[in-house]
């Protein structure tokens, strides 16, 4: 059961990673905030991590509850954990600050997941 969450708990770690690291070691992309760059990367890691958590929950043969309550799971899991890294980066590191809009962005890239997921993964939905 633990080997099916490997994944989402792999993509969490690079996620929090990315997020706590110092600005000033983020490279100056001018091209980044003209389009909101930010934004869609927050939006495709979400994206990524609440398709990971799918698939684990969906591949859960034994625990009818996580298996057919995954997309649920999987956004509410997605959800709070940029809700808690947004409040870490605002409180807990001197130079990140949280933002309502990366927030927004993850909520979005999660419920992009979702439908990613239910679009390729049709068969196990059934």
Same mark, same amino acid.
């Given at each position: 059961?633990?080997? /099916? /969450?490997?994944?989402?708990? &792999?993509?969490?770690? *690079?996620?929090?990673? $990315?997020?706590?690291?110092?600005?000033?070691?983020?490279? +100056?992309?001018?091209?980044?905030?003209?389009?909101? !760059?930010?934004?869609?990367?927050?939006?495709?890691?979400?994206? &990524?991590?609440? !398709? =990971? %958590?799918?698939? &684990?929950?969906? #591949? =859960?043969?034994?625990?009818?509850?996580?298996? /057919?309550?995954?997309?649920? *799971?999987?956004?509410? %899991?997605?959800?709070?954990?940029?809700?808690? @890294? +947004? $409040?870490? =980066?605002?409180?807990?590191?001197?130079? #990140?600050?949280?933002?309502?809009?990366?927030? @927004?962005?993850? @909520?979005?890239?999660? *419920?992009?997941?979702?439908? $990613? !997921? #239910?679009? @390729? !993964? %049709?068969?196990?939905? #059934?």
């Amino acid at each position: 059961m633990f080997r /099916y /969450y490997l994944a989402p708990i &792999a993509w969490a770690a *690079i996620i929090l990673f $990315l997020s706590i690291i110092p600005s000033s070691e983020l490279p +100056e992309f001018s091209l980044w905030r003209i389009f909101s !760059f930010d934004k869609l990367v927050h939006a495709a890691m979400y994206g &990524a991590l609440t !398709f =990971q %958590i799918m698939k &684990a929950c969906i #591949r =859960q043969y034994a625990n009818w509850t996580l298996r /057919y309550n995954a997309a649920r *799971i999987s956004f509410i %899991i997605s959800t709070i954990y940029g809700g808690l @890294i +947004e $409040l870490y =980066q605002e409180f807990l590191t001197p130079d #990140r600050y949280g933002d309502w809009m990366d927030l @927004i962005s993850n @909520i979005i890239g999660a *419920i992009i997941g979702i439908i $990613l !997921f #239910r679009i @390729i !993964f %049709i068969e196990y939905i #059934r």
